[in-house]
């Protein structure tokens, strides 16, 4: 099944003064994606792709930016950056990065880059880590919840 999520648009995008690799292209638009953002960096400025090669929360760093869904993301390394824009969909969080609790119960909260799950090999953030624990207890109704409430949240 095609989603917007995996719909990737070719971008080549200065930000910092470099220029950026070009992600693969699909046919469709990431621009329109709600994704989380804070002060202006996607997930908080947390590393996507440090999650899965180091199961762990690790902060990104500006000197390694990509944009990706019209959206600022930063990375530990470049090897990581390369990772992501390489395949963006494989490590950006699922709901945009925005707590998949909330989507599952039809709102839309805050994601908490340090209280995370992956979860059949995807990514999703909770508000804190005590929602976390309540998200765990049931996580594939409460997938299944959220990705029928997203379209709607998205659209928001």
């Not at 709600?34 to 997930?43: H, R, S």
């Not at 590393?47 to 090669?53: H, I, K, L, Q």
């Not at 959206?71 to 709901?95: G, Q």
Request: glycine share 8%; net charge negative; with cysteine.
């Amino acid at each position: 099944m095609i989603t917007r999520r995996s719909l990737l648009s070719l971008a080549i995008v200065p930000v910092a003064g470099a220029v950026l690799a070009p992600f693969a292209s699909f046919a469709g638009d990431t621009a329109s994606m709600k994704i989380y953002t804070k002060d202006g960096v996607a997930i908080r400025g947390a590393d996507p792709v440090a999650y899965f090669t180091e199961n762990a929360y690790v902060q990104g760093d500006a000197a390694h930016a990509a944009e990706w869904a019209g959206e600022v993301w930063h990375f530990s390394s470049v090897e990581n950056k390369d990772k992501f824009v390489a395949d963006p969909t494989a490590y950006a969080p699922e709901f945009g990065g925005y707590c998949a609790y909330a989507a599952a119960k039809g709102g839309l909260a805050d994601g908490d880059p340090e209280a995370w799950t992956i979860h059949n090999g995807k990514l999703y953030l909770n508000f804190n880590k005590t929602v976390r624990t309540i998200w765990l207890e049931d996580t594939d109704a409460n997938i299944a919840l959220a990705e029928a409430n997203w379209p709607a949240l998205s659209a928001q």
